[in-house]
């Protein structure tokens, strides 16, 4: 098998790889490999049996076109200072400029017009006035807000636009090696997800992983095995918090999300939120190896009692230890050990008071956990000491920008984890050191987020077709 560019992973930046060749008129054979489904054929079956089935060989919510992508809230943040470290790659100039035109593609297939956090100016500077004198930075990102159903309609279209323009895609395909010699990637082995398990050669002249969040891990295996040139980066650890809409009406009515970053003390971590959710739901995904992690999404029609936000705090190793996915993992793998399987669930004032949370206790809250089979109990027995004291802090921070935040009732999920960690060395146009290899998106630990990773793909597809018309 043979094409001129293979693309491992259909996520947001494998898609717009696609997409950008195709509307320079490439014309040359480009193939897609997915583990997952073509996303129609993407179903949870919690929905129906209210519970996680675990699903194998991969779970629906992070495998399949379009990525974890296809199930999140769907938001698009449109300013280069959110979405990670690609600014620093390319220039902040050039990845505002290419968010716009990004922003324009995902408009032509059918996102929202509207856009939330540029109007209220005034009083938008009074949440910037509480959050300064708390000792947190509020930062400035209109967000165009896709809806979790409305991302699912979008992106079954670009599926459609690529496949009727001639782009192969091979799904329920996984990757399991590189075919590197001599400091050249001239392909990938991958196994079907089926009986037979046959491997096959895959060659091609430009290879692109692409693997998101869910494919860190492998990634980092890769680049292990094959001296792929890299460095451990952050990961993120932390909790999902679950509150009322009253308590975060001004938030959500002024800025729909609110970008909060702190530094508090006794340790000094970034601390920050992200992914707000209003009238959202709080949900589960799974990854490789039976890991529970929690998330959050949020309905254009439908909507819950509750906004939900992840509280993230920023993990950095180096001198002995340098493998913050493996540190992440078994963070997250006690979490779910104490809660059979399952996310904790924890009221923020029973952390306080040195207690677990009791289901019958959540029976009498003012808030109902929306992710109705997480498991009451302790967090304070899985997350480490540092990153609860973070998290902690901050939250009480969160309660001087929005009153009632740091409430006894409010619900503290866990593990939230977020793996790009490793952080590929590349060029501005996204060369490794091994000969036409090249890593995009969440993956590469360059980026965070749909669009920032819709942007890599962009720049990877001009990059592609400027050098092939050479």
């Not at 919510?61 to 992508?69: P, R, V």
């Not at 190896?289 to 992840?310: D, P, Q, R």
């Not at 901050?394 to 409010?410: L, N, P, W």
């Amino acid at each position: 098998m043979k094409y001129d560019v293979l693309i491992v992973g259909t996520g947001p930046a494998g898609i717009f790889t696609a997409l950008e060749l195709l509307r320079n008129n490439y014309g040359k054979k480009i193939l897609m490999i997915e583990q997952g489904r073509s996303i129609e054929k993407r179903a949870c079956p919690k929905a129906k049996t209210k519970d996680c089935a675990k699903c194998s060989p991969y779970c629906h919510i992070t495998s399949g076109f379009s990525g974890a992508g296809a199930f999140s809230d769907g938001k698009l943040s449109l300013s280069y200072e959110v979405g990670g470290d690609l600014p620093d790659l390319v220039g902040a100039k050039v990845a505002q400029e290419i968010i716009d035109y990004t922003d324009k593609i995902y408009l032509d297939f059918g996102a929202d017009k509207k856009i939330e956090g540029i109007e209220n100016a005034e009083k938008i500077k009074e949440i910037r006035r509480r959050a300064i004198q708390s000792g947190l930075k509020l930062v400035d990102c209109p967000i165009r807000h896709l809806g979790t159903e409305k991302a699912r309609e979008i992106y079954l279209k670009l599926q459609k636009y690529l496949c009727e323009n001639g782009v192969e895609i091979l799904y329920n395909t996984t990757c399991v090696d590189l075919i590197i010699k001599e400091g050249v990637c001239a392909g990938v082995i991958a196994v079907e997800s089926d009986d037979t398990k046959k491997e096959t050669a895959i060659n091609a002249s430009h290879i692109i992983v692409a693997t998101g969040r869910k494919g860190a891990d492998w990634l980092d295996k890769m680049c292990r095995l094959h001296n792929i040139d890299h460095k451990p980066g952050t990961v993120d650890i932390g909790v999902r918090v679950e509150v009322r809409n009253e308590i975060m009406e001004e938030v959500n009515d002024l800025l729909y999300e609110a970008k909060l970053v702190g530094y508090p003390k006794p340790f000094k971590n970034k601390v920050r939120t992200f992914c707000q959710n209003p009238g959202g739901f709080v949900s589960q995904e799974n990854y490789d190896n039976n890991l529970a992690l929690v998330n959050g999404h949020s309905y254009k029609e439908i909507k819950s009692e509750n906004t939900n936000i992840a509280i993230l705090c920023s993990h950095n190793f180096s001198v002995p230890f340098n493998e913050p996915i493996s540190y992440a993992q078994n963070v997250g793998k006690i979490a779910n050990m104490l809660a059979d399987g399952h996310i904790l669930v924890q009221r923020y004032g029973d952390i306080l008071d040195g207690k677990r949370t009791w289901a019958n206790e959540l029976e009498l809250s003012n808030v109902r956990p929306t992710l109705k089979d997480a498991v009451a109990g302790d967090i304070s027995a899985a997350l480490p000491y540092r990153t609860l004291i973070n998290i902690l802090s901050f939250i009480q921070a969160m309660d001087k920008v929005v009153t009632g935040f740091a409430s006894s009732e409010t619900l503290l999920y866990a593990p939230e984890i977020k793996f790009y960690s490793n952080k590929i060395q590349m060029d501005s146009e996204f060369n490794t050191n091994i000969k036409n290899l090249h890593c995009l998106g969440d993956s590469s630990g360059w980026t965070r987020g749909l669009m920032m990773a819709s942007v890599m793909g962009v720049l990877m597809g001009r990059y592609i077709n400027n050098k092939d018309l050479k």
